[in-house]
């Protein structure tokens, strides 16, 4: 019971420490977006903007450009080929807006390219859907029934494991297109010298949140690893 004791409180230490961390960088990111959403770009141009001539830049056809509800909801959605912008980024014409658009852009450069990293990362996709339904419960029950049936905790383990390698995969992802869109968005004179780092500067607030994701995802599944191999030993 003591045992069980000290890893609750192991548990809730990775917890509160990477939910403070993830909150800290989500506002630092807010902030950061807030503020670039003030500065213009040149040539007036949108986030859709941005994203359409990306596209046509660099010869890939059959992405749709669309607009989406809420903040920071951007993304690229492979399986039916369109850059979803949220409502500011879509119609805003700004150093934040350019910078999304350019970088969910990237990810369909990508898709269109082949992109190692982005292969991998949707063939996980459905094998991470799977695992998220089930990682809760089998988890509890490993951890209740450790002493006696301790191969429960090793079945969540390995569904965790999965989520937590989806977690480690998508930071290339992300990190590859920020590069892209940082590269086009200079050489296409959507940014210059001055603005350049701005953009820089987001795409890299944006890119901590996932690298808190993956680190806090690790550090748990160590967690639960050590769990079991003690009561392994015992």
């Known amino acids: 019971m003591e045992t069980m004791f000290l890893h609750n409180g192991t548990y ?18 807010k902030s950061k977006f807030r503020t ?30 669309q607009s989406v509800q809420g903040e920071l909801t951007d993304h690229y959605n492979p399986l039916k080929k369109t850059i979803n912008l949220s409502r500011d ?3 805003g014409n ?8 350019a970088h969910e852009t990237g990810h369909a450069l990508q898709h269109a390219q082949s992109y ?41 383990i390995v569904l965790f494991a999965i ?16 590069k892209r869109a940082l590269v086009w968005l200079a050489s296409a004179g959507i940014t210059y010298p001055d603005t350049y780092g701005k953009a820089r500067d987001a795409l890299k607030w944006a890119a901590y949140t996932y690298i808190i ?15 079991f191999m003690g009561a392994r030993d015992r």
């Open 12 to 29: 809730w230490i990775i917890f509160i420490v990477f939910m403070l961390l993830s909150w800290l960088v989500s506002a630092r990111l």
């Open 36 to 65: 670039y959403s003030k500065i213009p770009v040149a040539g007036g141009m949108t986030g859709r903007d941005v994203a359409e001539k990306m596209l046509r830049d660099n010869g890939v056809t059959g992405v749709i450009v």
């Open 89 to 91: 980024v879509y119609s």
């Open 94 to 101: 700004s150093v934040a807006a350019a910078a999304v658009a």
């Open 116 to 156: 190692a990293w982005l292969n991998m990362r949707s063939k996980l996709a459905p094998v991470v859907s799977f695992s998220s339904n089930w990682i809760q419960w089998v988890l509890i029950a490993g951890l209740v029934l450790i002493n006696s049936r301790p191969e429960i905790l090793l079945v969540g």
């Open 163 to 178: 989520t937590t390698l989806f977690s480690i995969i998508t930071l290339p992802v992300e990190i590859n297109a920020s």
């Open 213 to 227: 994701a993956a680190l806090g995802s690790l550090a748990t599944l160590i967690y639960y690893i050590m769990i």
